[in-house]
C-alpha cells in the first residue's frame, strides 16, 4: 500500500458527466492492495463506468463479502451506499436490500473464493432467484488474502508460484451462471478496460442478474508463466466472442464498429448496445449455443470473453411476485394501513 | 513514435520547467528541498554557484521561472520560487569558507572587464579561481552597475547588494572604478588576453514633445534618475509627478518618487493596463502605493507656464486591432487629458550605445547598432572580444546577464588555453533512482495542496516615507518551509524500463492526473489525441516506450505529471523508477 493519500489535482481538462461531476469524484480512499493487482483495475473500470452513464452516486449500493476482492468497494463510489457482508454471504445482503429498494443500482463484488467455494450455493440462489443485480467475480484463480492457495476456480494443471499444480477440475463460474438461468452473463480481464467498462455499463443498465467473470491477476501469488490467470496467459489467450459499445439513454449513438456486422440491443432503461460478433456460428441468445463455445474455447486453453449471453425476456424477482413499486424507505402509514375497506376487498376474494 | 531517448540531456531537463525556464538554469527544486530541510547554506550555495547573487535576485529576479511551474498547469499560482531563494539567503550562515580558493599563483592570462554589472561580475566569478588576473573598469565609483543604479535600495538593501558584490570583489580584482573607457582601441592595445564588454543598456531615451526644450529642467530620463536616486545625488521631486511608460522602470520611478516628496504621482501609458510591461507584481506594488495607473493615454505637448513645466496634455486612445491582427490605437475624439505636473519622468525604454568602440577594431555591429555576436560563446567578430548582459542582444534582465557571463567565460578561457571556443563541454547531468523502501522515496513526494503564500510587506507608514527601507519583509522561517512543500519536485523523474512492464495498468489507475496510457503506437499528432486524456499541450513531450508485451506502447505525457511517485509505487516490478535528474550548465571550472 501507499503511504501519501492521492493527490486531489487532476487534468484540468477532466470531463464532467451530465450531473457536473468528473470521474476523480467517483474514487474511494487509495487502495491498500498489492501494487498491480488487477482488482485495482476493475475499481477503476467501475469509476469510469459509473461516472460515463451519470448515475448519481447516492443511486448505488456496493455489497461485498470477504477476500481481496470484497475490499474493492472501500476504493471506488466513496459516497454511495456499502455493505460488507460475512464471507459467501453477499448474495443474501443483496437479495435483502435488493427486496427492500429496487430503485438503486447494485453492484455485488466477489471473489473466487467468496463465489466459488464458501459462497457458491450463496451464488447459485441469487441467480435462480434473478435478483436484478451487477454481479461482478475478481476472478485470480488463487487465495491471495491467506498467502497464495489454489482456489475452485485456478485450472488444471495451472500452478502457483511455490509450484503446487491444480489436480482438480476447475469451477467455471460463467457456464454455471448460464446454466442457473442468469439473464446476461459476460466474461472479461481486468487489463482490457475497452471491454471491461461497456460490459459493467451494459450488466447495471440490463434488467435482472447481470453476472460478469473478471479474470483479475493476483501479482503477489498468481502470476507466474505457469499461471492460467496471469496477465501474460491472459493477454495471449483471449478469445474475444463478441464486443460491446455502450450508449446510455439519451447520448447520441455513435458506433465503434463497421456496420452490417452488429445487433443493436435496446436495454430495459434505454440505454443501447452495438453487440458485434467475432465468431461466426457464434450467438449470444443461445444459451447452448454459449455455453457450447465457452467450453470449446476452454479445451483448447482459451478464454472467451465478452458478452456471452444475454436474455432480456426473464421477468426478475420482482415481476415475478409482483412486489409493491417503491422502495420501503418511501411506504408512508397510509400504504402500510390501507384501512378498513381495503381488508374488507381482500377478505371478499377469499369468499 | 520512436521511443524516447531519455538520455539526451535535454529530456528531462525539460521536464524540469523552472529550471529549463531559467536563462542560467539554476536547478530550483534541489534547493527548493534544502530549504525545506532547513538547509540553508546549502541551498545558498547552489544559487550562487548557478547565479551568483542569490540574495539580489532572491528580490529582483524577473522571474521566468515562475510563469514556466508546472504547478499553474493543475492550479492558480505558480511556487514562490524568486522568495523562497531570498529565504535561502536571509537564512544562510557565514560561507566565507566554501567560495572557491583564488590561486596566489596566476596563469599569466589578464582579463578586461568593462562595466561592472551582473554579466562583469559573473565572468570575473568564474575566472579569478582559475588563476587569471582581471581588470575592472566602470565609469561609476561602484560596482553592481544596473543592479544598484536602478533598483531602488526599497527593493534591495545596499547591505544585500554590497554582501554579493564582495564576494567577488575580495577574490582580488583590479578595480579602476570612476574611469570611463572612452576608446576600444586604447584598451585593445594595452594587451589583454580577453576584453569582455558588460556596458549595459546605458541610454535612457526621452520623448520630445512639443515644449520639450523650455520644459526640459523638469523632465528626467527614468533610470539617470534612478542612478541618481541611488547615488543620492537626488533626494527630492515636485509634488506632483507624471510618470511615463509601463515597463519595470516605470514602476521604479514613481515608487521612488513617492518617497522622494511626491504627493500625486501618476504612471500614464499610451496602450492597454494589460499591455504594460512590468512584471505583474511590481504594478501590484505601485498600485498598493495609491499610484494611479492611467491607459490608453497617448502624451500629446508639455505644458508650460511662466516658462517652467506645469503639465502635460493626452490624446484618449482606443485600441483596435486590423485584419492582420496588429494592434492600432485609435484617437477616440474626446477632449484631450491634461494633467498638471511639476515633474515628468520618461521610462519609456532604453537603449544599448557603443560611441566608444571605433568601428574599424574588427567588431562589426548589426542595424540595431548591437555588436555581431556567436549567441553560444557570446565572442564578437574579433576573437579578443566577447560582449554580455544587456550590451550583447539589448536590454533584458540580470539573471539573462548572469547567463551570458557565464558563457563567456567559459569561452574566454577556452581562448586563453588555445582551444577552440565552439567545442564546449557537455553539460553535467544525473540520473539517480530515489527508492529507498518500498514505498518509501528520498524526496517528500507528498505534495501540499496550499495557495501560494504572500510575502508579508513592512507598513506603507514606514516605507514610504524611508527610501531605504525594504518594503517585503520576505517568508520568515515557517512560511518559507509551507511554501517549499507546493514545489512538486519536477527534478524527480519517472523512468520507465519497457522490458520488466507486465502491463497491469496499476499506473494507469492511479495517476492523480491521467497521463499514463497504454495504447497501440501511432505519429504524434494522433498519439496526443487517443491518450486517457488528450495531450494539448504541445510544449510539453510525450514520454513513449519500446513495444511491450502486448504489442502496445506506453505514452506517457509529461504536460501534467505531479512526480508524486505513485505510479512507482503501485509497479509491481519497478518499471516505473522515480529518479532525481540533476543538470547543471558547464562553466569556465569544467572544461
Known amino acids: 500500500m501507499s503511504y501519501i ?34 482488482h485495482d483495475s476493475i475499481s477503476a473500470a467501475i469509476i469510469h463506468a459509473v461516472h460515463d452513464m451519470s448515475l448519481a452516486p447516492h443511486q448505488v449500493a456496493k455489497v461485498s463479502g470477504i477476500g481481496c476482492s470484497s475490499k474493492i468497494p472501500a476504493y471506488f463510489l466513496e459516497r454511495s451506499h456499502g455493505f460488507n457482508s460475512v464471507h459467501g454471504r453477499m448474495p443474501s445482503i443483496a437479495t435483502g436490500a435488493n427486496l427492500a429498494n429496487r430503485e438503486l443500482y447494485y453492484i455485488g463484488i466477489s471473489g473466487d473464493g467468496d ?81 471491461l467498462v461497456p460490459l459493467i455499463q451494459a450488466g447495471l443498465s440490463h434488467r435482472g442478474f447481470a453476472f460478469i467473470d473478471v479474470i483479475s491477476p493476483c501479482v503477489t501469488f498468481n502470476n507466474t508463466p505457469f499461471s492460467t490467470h496471469g496477465y501474460k496467459n491472459t493477454w495471449e489467450n483471449n478469445v474475444v466472442l463478441s464486443e460491446i459499445d455502450f450508449v446510455p439513454m439519451r447520448k447520441e449513438i455513435t458506433a465503434r464498429y463497421s456496420a452490417g456486422k452488429e445487433k443493436e440491443i435496446t436495454l430495459h432503461d434505454g440505454s443501447v448496445i452495438h453487440l458485434h460478433k467475432t465468431s461466426g456460428d457464434y450467438d449470444p441468445y443461445d444459451r447452448e449455443n454459449a455455453l457450447y463455445h465457452v467450453n470449446e474455447y476452454k479445451k483448447q486453453g482459451k478464454i472467451a470473453t465478452g458478452l456471452l449471453y444475454i436474455n432480456q425476456s426473464q421477468s426478475d424477482l420482482h415481476e415475478l411476485n409482483d412486489t409493491v413499486d417503491k422502495p420501503f424507505n418511501r411506504l408512508n402509514e397510509h400504504d402500510l394501513c390501507p384501512g378498513g375497506d381495503v381488508l374488507q376487498d381482500i377478505n371478499e376474494t377469499f369468499m | 513514435m520512436k521511443p524516447t531517448d531519455i538520455s539526451n540531456p535535454d529530456y528531462f531537463h525539460k521536464v524540469v520547467d523552472c529550471q529549463w525556464a531559467c536563462p542560467a538554469h539554476t536547478p530550483v527544486p534541489e534547493y527548493i528541498r534544502l530549504i525545506a530541510e532547513k538547509r ?25 521561472c515562475e510563469p514556466a511551474c508546472r504547478r499553474v498547469r493543475v492550479e492558480e499560482q505558480p511556487v514562490a520560487i524568486c522568495r523562497l531563494k531570498r529565504v535561502a539567503a536571509d537564512y544562510k550562515s557565514d560561507i566565507q569558507a566554501r ?35 582581471i581588470t575592472l573598469f566602470d565609469r561609476d565609483d561602484a560596482s553592481g552597475g544596473a543592479m544598484r543604479t536602478q533598483i531602488p535600495r526599497f527593493r534591495l538593501p545596499v547591505e544585500v547588494l554590497e554582501e554579493e558584490l564582495n564576494y567577488i570583489l575580495d577574490m582580488g580584482i583590479n578595480c579602476r572604478f570612476g574611469t570611463e573607457i572612452t576608446s576600444m582601441k586604447e584598451l585593445l592595445a594595452e594587451d589583454f588576453d580577453a576584453i569582455f564588454v558588460g556596458t549595459g543598456a546605458p541610454l535612457g531615451k526621452t520623448l520630445k514633445l512639443p515644449g520639450h526644450e523650455e520644459a526640459a529642467a523638469n523632465i528626467h530620463t527614468g533610470i539617470e534618475w534612478l542612478a541618481n536616486v541611488a547615488f543620492e545625488h537626488i533626494d527630492s521631486i515636485g509634488e506632483t509627478v507624471i510618470v511615463l511608460g509601463g515597463g519595470n522602470t516605470a514602476m521604479d520611478c514613481c515608487r521612488s518618487s513617492k518617497r522622494l516628496g511626491g504627493k500625486d504621482v501618476k504612471v500614464v501609458v499610451r496602450s492597454g493596463f494589460d499591455e504594460m510591461k512590468a512584471s505583474p507584481w511590481e504594478i501590484e506594488d505601485a498600485m498598493n502605493e495609491d499610484i494611479p495607473i492611467l491607459n490608453f493615454c497617448v502624451p ?63 567588431i562589426e555591429f548589426d542595424r540595431w547598432e548591437l555588436p555581431v555576436l556567436n549567441q553560444t560563446t557570446f565572442q564578437s567578430t574579433n576573437e579578443k572580444v566577447f560582449f554580455g548582459g544587456d550590451a550583447a542582444l539589448g536590454p533584458d534582465n540580470i539573471i539573462t546577464a548572469v547567463a551570458h557571463g557565464h558563457s563567456a567565460a567559459l569561452s574566454i578561457h577556452l581562448l586563453c588555453e588555445g582551444q577552440d571556443v565552439n567545442d564546449r563541454p557537455g553539460d553535467l547531468t544525473t540520473l539517480d533512482s530515489q527508492k529507498m523502501g518500498i514505498h518509501q522515496w528520498s524526496y517528500d513526494n507528498d505534495i501540499s495542496h496550499d495557495v501560494r503564500y504572500i510575502v508579508p510587506h513592512a507598513s506603507k507608514e514606514k516605507t514610504l516615507n524611508d527610501i531605504n527601507v525594504e518594503v517585503e519583509l520576505g517568508f520568515d522561517e515557517e512560511l518559507g518551509f509551507a511554501e517549499t512543500q507546493r514545489c512538486l519536485n519536477c527534478d524527480v523523474q519517472t523512468v520507465f524500463t519497457a522490458k520488466t512492464c507486465i502491463e497491469c495498468d496499476a499506473c494507469v489507475d492511479i495517476c492523480p492526473t491521467d497521463c499514463i496510457t497504454f495504447t497501440a503506437n501511432g505519429a504524434e499528432k494522433d498519439l496526443r489525441q487517443r491518450l486517457l486524456a488528450p495531450a494539448e499541450n504541445l510544449e510539453q513531450d510525450l514520454y513513449v516506450s519500446d513495444t511491450l508485451g502486448t504489442g502496445r506502447i506506453m505514452a506517457k505525457n509529461e504536460d501534467l505529471c505531479l512526480h508524486c511517485g505513485l505510479c512507482a509505487e503501485r509497479c509491481p516490478t519497478s518499471a516505473w523508477d522515480m529518479q532525481k535528474y540533476l543538470y547543471n550548465t558547464a562553466k569556465a571550472v569544467n572544461a
Not at chain 1, 468528473?22 to 491498500?32: A, K, S
Not at chain 1, 476447475?170 to 448460464?178: E, G, R, T
Not at chain 2, 550555495?45 to 542569490?54: D, G, K
Request: charged share 25%; net charge positive; glycine share 12%.
Open chain 1, 5 to 38: 493519500v492521492k493527490p486531489r489535482f487532476h487534468h484540468p481538462g477532466l470531463q464532467k458527466n451530465d450531473l457536473g461531476y468528473t470521474r476523480r469524484d467517483y474514487e474511494g480512499t487509495l487502495t491498500t492492495l498489492c501494487g498491480g493487482c488487477g
Open chain 2, 99 to 133: 567560495l572557491p580558493k583564488i590561486p596566489k599563483k596566476k596563469n599569466g592570462r589578464h582579463i578586461a572587464l568593462v562595466g561592472a554589472g551582473p554579466a562583469s561580475l559573473t565572468v570575473a566569478r568564474d575566472l579569478l579561481p582559475l588563476g587569471y588576473e
Open chain 1, 115 to 195: 463465489t466459488a467455494s464458501i459462497g457458491l450455493g450463496q451464488f447459485c440462489h441469487i441467480v435462480r432467484r434473478r435478483i436484478n443485480m451487477l454481479y461482478m467475480v475478481a476472478n485470480n484463480g488463487t487465495y491471495g488474502l491467506t498467502k497464495g492457495q489454489l482456489s475452485a476456480t485456478a485450472d488444471p494443471g495451472s500452478k502457483t508460484k511455490f509450484g503446487e499444480e491444480s489436480q482438480y477440475d476447475n469451477i467455471d463460474l460463467v457456464s454455471l451462471a448460464i446454466d442457473l438461468g442468469a439473464s446476461f452473463v459476460a466474461r472479461s480481464f481486468s487489463g482490457d478496460k475497452e471491454q
Open chain 2, 300 to 362: 500629446k505637448r508639455y505644458l508650460l507656464k511662466d516658462g517652467k513645466l506645469c503639465g502635460m496634455e493626452f490624446e484618449k486612445v482606443r485600441r483596435e486591432y486590423d485584419e492582420n491582427g496588429k494592434r492600432l490605437l485609435i484617437p477616440t475624439g474626446e477632449d484631450p487629458l491634461v494633467l498638471p505636473c511639476d515633474d515628468v519622468l520618461c521610462a519609456i525604454g532604453q537603449d544599448n550605445a557603443f560611441p566608444w568602440i571605433e568601428r574599424n577594431l574588427g
Open chain 2, 40 to 64: 540553508y547554506t546549502d541551498a545558498y550555495m547552489i544559487n550562487w554557484e548557478s547565479n551568483v547573487f542569490p540574495g539580489i535576485l532572491g528580490r529582483t529576479c524577473d522571474r521566468p
